[in-house]
């Protein structure tokens, strides 16, 4: 089957974010028993599901400003990025999203994100770091594991490759998600 845009389905999921039937959560504590070892067996139901997901943290870790520095066009060097909760749009449970991604495997995404090696690993992670929110990578780990709420919706297969790609970019757009700011190259 091709893939065609579908208007209707990325207005209706980008408008219904985060609290409508589309979207479903969990609390990324929730991923660890009690000798804080990961499992994953909360959202063993993503597996091999296509889909779109946001990565949201409490206003109140980001009061400060914050800093990361985004590769500039060569001939310039680096370019500070700088923003602060006051930034981004607040969700009402005072939250704001500070990453939005698509897989076409969500189980296996969020479990990458939680591994602080590997070249598409930890994304949110590098970032607390980046921004000095977090002081390295164990800590920012936990950070993930204590603050984070993951937001997801499942888009099924091929045909809506397109339909999670503009979904993802509205969203991170619409929240203006500052862990989804891309460098020049």
């Avoid at 709420?149 to 509205?170: F, H, P």
């Amino acid at each position: 089957m091709p893939t065609t845009i579908n208007h209707t389905l990325i207005e209706e999921t980008v408008n219904s974010f985060p609290r409508k039937s589309h979207w479903k959560f969990f609390e990324v504590f929730n991923l660890r028993n009690e000798k804080k070892r990961t499992s994953y067996k909360l959202i063993s139901h993503l597996k091999r599901q296509a889909g779109v997901y946001a990565w949201l943290f409490p206003d109140n870790l980001l009061n400060q400003s914050l800093r990361i520095k985004l590769h500039g066009p060569r001939t310039s060097g680096n370019v500070d990025f700088l923003f602060s909760s006051r930034d981004l749009p607040r969700l009402a449970d005072k939250r704001v999203v500070m990453y939005v991604g698509r897989a076409s495997d969500l189980y296996k995404r969020i479990q990458q994100h939680l591994r602080p090696s590997g070249r598409t690993s930890f994304q949110v992670g590098k970032g607390l770091v980046y921004c000095r929110i977090a002081k390295n990578k164990n800590e920012a780990r936990e950070m993930l594991f204590k603050h984070a709420r993951i937001y997801y919706t499942i888009l099924y297969g091929k045909e809506n490759t397109v339909n999670r790609d503009l979904i993802e970019a509205a969203l991170y757009s619409k929240y203006r998600a500052p862990f989804n700011v891309k460098s020049e190259h």
